[in-house]
């Protein structure tokens, strides 16, 4: 599988994340920016299309072929899915009824889940919270891999199948890196999923679910749509840690791609995230993009410079001297 090259630790800073101090400069410059952080009205109604069309997709494949199930799976339901899962990211940061009505946030979040297959939308937005406010940070931003995949991942080989594993990853990670008490909102997250497999599966068999199930891994791994996924915080650039895509799929994407305006300003829903770029362009038109997801995963499986290792991580509490010291998980 090749030998290891490139970076054989992750990018070690000592200060705080430049998004808090960013976000305060431009609210005090631009305050009409606080106008963007309201609900997003059409957001529902996306998620109820896109669960819809994943039911519909249910029906329609219960008598196909496998190959053909999976090749359907990849094509159509790996990027419904993947849609979903970005839709219940935008939901998490109550971008559908505002943060008086976290409850009705929370349980639309839940109903995005249901073509995933697997309960997910809980866990999600308890750990996500973390990655905004300590991003990068040794311990507790899940969002950073291990140190045990930064020294196993670390050929064109590996890191392939490390792109492929990525649900795998995202799901087991927490539970190693900053486990955290499961909370009611989870049970009830897994129930109803649980109880919306059972029904596909009485209704319309075993092929259904092994599609959602197969729309989901093959979606959120080595698939076009989860460049998002290394675009937005591995460092291609050093001192760059947070980069924007301007590109054709955030328009199936609810804008993720607009993710330094995203860390700037995690409370203004997708939809709204290239006003902040129009109102404020000089603190963007000038810092390193994106203009292609699939390039972005040539890219880290080709460069020895990157890979899992690529990453800021911080603790503005430790000397530089300590930072190899730290555990592999």
Known sequence: MGNCAGRTDFEWVYTD????Q????????????????????????????????QLLACWLVR????????????????????SLTLAIHDISHNAAFGTGRAARNRWLAVFANLPVGVPYAASFKKYHV????????????????????GWLFCTPARKLLWLALQ????SLRPLCVHPKAVTRMEVLNALVQLAADAAIFAL??????????ASTLLGLGLHPISGHFVAEHYMFLKGH???SYYGPLNWITFNVGYHVEHHDFPSIPGCNLPLVRKIAPEYYDHLPQHHSWVKVLWDFVLEDSLGPYARVKRNPGRHPATAGTHAAW
């Open 17 to 20: 994340q430049p998004h808090t």
């Open 22 to 53: 960013r976000r305060k400069e431009m609210l005090a410059k631009y305050p009409a920016i606080k106008a963007l952080m309201r609900p997003d009205p059409r957001l529902k109604w996306t998620v109820l299309g896109l669960v819809l069309a």
């Open 63 to 82: 008598g196909l072929a496998w190959r053909w199930l999976l090749f359907w799976a990849y094509a159509f339901g790996g990027c419904v899915n993947h």
């Open 130 to 149: 973390d990655h905004h406010r300590y991003l990068g940070g040794d311990g507790l931003d899940v969002d950073v891999p291990t140190r045990l995949e």
């Open 167 to 170: 649900p795998l990853f995202y």
């Open 204 to 213: 319309w068999g075993l092929k259904p679910v092994v599609y959602l199930l």
């Open 241 to 243: 840690e947070t980069y």
